[in-house]
Structure formats: C-alpha cells, structure tokens
C-alpha cells in the first residue's frame, strides 16, 4: 500500500486536482519516491505532474505509466524560467491549482527549448497481453523473455518494484512476488541486460485479476543503433511465437525516437507511428477468423486451434500509417465497444 497522499515523502504540493513532483537530475527514473507518490495521488483521485529542469531525461517506465490521464504532465522548465510540456512542447503555465495550457489564441504554441534539434535514436515499443488460467501453477515473466530475448539479443537481467531495478531476473521469485500481492495489481520494472552487443532495453510487467483470469502485459522499448527498426513481418514472427505459447488477447507495435540509452529527453525528435497490431483469438472468437482475415493484410498466427491475427500496418516511420491504423480499429473494434477498455 502506498503512503497517504499527504505523507508520500516525494511529492512536494497537493492541491484538489493534482500532486506535483519535482526532481532535478539528469535521469528521472521511476524511483520508490515516485512510484509511491503516483500510487498515492491515484488513491487520492489526483493526477500526478512531474516538474523537471530542461536537462532532464526520464526512462520509459516514467514515460509509459505516469502520463496516462487528462491532468498528468511532465512539466519541464526552459532556459527562460517558462514551463512547456515535455512531451509535446506546448507551453503551461500554474493556474492555482495545477499546469495547463497556456492560452494560444488557436495557435500551436510550442516553447523552443523543445524545438532544439537533437541527434534522433530509433526506438522499438512493444505492448503485448495475454491471459493466464487462475491456477497455482502460472509462471510470469515468460512472455518478457521471449520479447525481450527477441527484440535486444538477451532475456531480462533484472526485475524490481522500482527504478533501478535491484533484483536478479527470476520468473519463479517474480510470480511469488505477485501472488504474495493478488488480487492486487502489480506492477514492476523490467531492466535489460547491459554490455554493447545487447541493444538497451527496459520494460514494465503489469498483472490484473479479471472475470477471465489473470492478465500480463509486457511493456518494452529497445534502442536501436540508427533509425532503422525490425520489419513488420519480422516482428508478427515474434507475436507469433508468443502466441503459439500463451492465450495471446493483444499486441501493439510502434516505431518511436529516443536518446542512445532509451531515454527521453523534452526535445520533438519526431512522432511514433505504428509497425503493426495483433488481434488476439478472443477478437476471434467474438467475431470469426474468416471475417478478421478479410481485413487487409491479415496474417493467421498462433496455433490453429486457437489462432489470432497479426495486422502489419507499416515501417514505424510513415505518419500517414495512423490512418490505416484507424481505418484497422475502426473495423475491428465495433462502434458500441470503443472507450470501455
């Protein structure tokens, strides 16, 4: 259980919308101070905002768990003393009561610390679910091996509750952890193995009790060496092999843009655009196989008993592809089911 909002020793205001957090090193990770001052001010129905100097890089598991709802920031503060958003470069300004957007008259106003050009890096995200029968004899991490052994050259080399990750990788002592903790939750932090012949990785693993059974999804970002990413076709091999193994329920890949060691700096370096998704066979079996491989491009994979669909969409760098990406939803998500996830 985290701390009461009021006593979490990393977050530095409460007001009735949001709890502020400011850190000031070069590396903003998701540390037990920030990961105990996200979980409180979500006990407390507050939005978190992270208020960081320009110099400031967070890591992907900042990235991809902090910023989810309509009041979460990062706000960082240019050279001028103004606040811009870190990942969009819109200005803010305090209201009061939390950070929003300064008014532009209709304009896009983006602050120009964010427009420095800098040296992009490619990045490769994956986000992958499956499902596990409720049953003593689960064993987690094993999707994370195969994602992480695939898309970095090596299996994970840690786990941990926050960042830096401090435990050895063991799939058995992760899954005691979070049966100790079931029904709850839980989240961890994944960490890559280090050395130059692996591409820097890090990840989430996140667990969910729902009617069905036990959820796991794996969160991962690989740094690329250039700006080149793995082919769409090469990556539904490793959803593939993912689901041939475990009840695959989904799968989203995105190509994006980061530092060399996977972090992220308040800079545009160009936006993520998306490689390919994978329906899995509860999709198919809400609808039918034969009608979800009538959508363009679609790929059976997995076993035939139980099969899924891998959808290549496109090269990680083409903006255009989140048309077709819609265009994919909108097909495979009916209207009356959109927004309940």
Not at 36 to 50: F, G, I, N, T, W
Not at 268 to 275: R, T
Request: glycine residues 8%; contains cysteine.
């Amino acid at each position: 259980m985290p701390n009461a909002l009021i006593f979490s020793p990393g977050v530095d205001l409460i007001t009735e919308k949001v709890a502020v957090v400011m850190q000031d090193r070069p590396v903003v990770g998701m540390s037990a101070w920030l990961s105990d001052a996200a979980a409180a001010a979500k006990e407390a129905r507050r939005a978190l905002q992270l208020v960081t100097p320009r110099t400031s890089r967070i890591t992907w598991p900042v990235r991809s768990a902090l910023f989810k709802t309509a009041f979460a920031r990062w706000v960082v503060t240019g050279d001028d003393g103004e606040y811009f958003d870190g990942l969009n470069g819109v200005r803010l300004e305090w209201n009061g009561d939390l950070f929003v957007a300064r008014p532009a008259d209709g304009k896009l106003d983006l602050h120009p610390d964010f427009l420095v050009r800098e040296q992009p890096f490619g990045q490769l995200q994956l986000t992958v679910r499956v499902r596990h029968k409720p049953v003593a004899s689960v064993v987690l991490g094993k999707v994370a091996e195969r994602l992480f052994t695939a898309a970095s050259g090596a299996g994970p080399a840690g786990w941990s509750t926050s960042e830096p990750v401090t435990q050895p990788w063991s799939p058995d002592a992760l899954t005691e952890y979070c049966r100790r903790r079931a029904p709850q939750p839980t989240w961890l932090v994944l960490a890559g193995q280090p050395g130059p012949e692996f591409r820097p990785a890090v990840g989430t693993l996140e667990t969910r009790r729902t009617k069905s059974g036990l959820d796991e999804t794996v969160t991962l970002a690989v740094a690329q060496p250039g700006l080149e990413l793995p082919e769409a076709h090469r990556i539904g091999e490793w959803i593939d092999e993912i689901a041939d193994h475990f009840e695959l329920v989904s799968a989203t890949v995105l190509g994006s843009y980061g530092a060399a060691d996977g972090t992220y700096a308040p800079r545009y370096l160009g936006i993520a655009c998306p490689i390919g998704v994978a329906a899995g066979n509860e999709a198919v079996r809400a609808s039918s196989l034969k009608e979800l491989l009538n959508l363009e491009r679609a790929l059976a994979i997995g076993p035939a008993h139980s099969p899924a669909v891998w959808y290549p969409i496109g090269d990680g760098r083409t903006p255009d592809d989140w048309k077709r990406y819609a265009d994919l939803m909108n097909k495979l998500v009916p209207e009356p089911e959109r927004g309940r996830a």
